[in-house]
């Protein structure tokens, strides 16, 4: 754990975290995350089900929690974070 700490890395005391049963997403971020478990790589979907953005807290709060990360930087629409789920992300929603 002291190696976690010294090495600074954010994502990973959330990914501790999360995986130690501490934290844990609302309605609505862990219908987002269940979202990415069937797409190629992960991706999580920009709009919800009735085709309504998805709130960027919501996103935020999930890459922050390290359940989430950034994908790639969509040039079209730079202020769009296209993500996909991350390992810890992927056993958080998926029960295992």
Not at 31 to 46: A, E, I, T, Y
Not at 68 to 76: T, V
Request: aromatic content about 6%; hydrophobic content about 40%.
């Amino acid at each position: 754990m002291a190696q976690r700490a010294l090495a600074g890395a954010k994502g990973a005391h959330a990914a501790d975290a999360a995986a130690d049963g501490h934290a844990r997403p609302s309605a609505q971020q862990r219908d987002w995350l269940m979202r990415g478990l069937d797409q190629p790589g992960g991706k999580l979907p920009l709009f919800d089900r009735d085709g309504k953005r998805i709130n960027e807290r919501t996103i935020r709060a999930c890459i922050e929690q390290g359940w989430a990360e950034p994908w790639f930087a969509n040039p079209m629409k730079p202020d769009w974070l296209v993500c996909k789920l991350t390992l810890v992300g992927r056993k958080l929603v998926s029960g295992a």
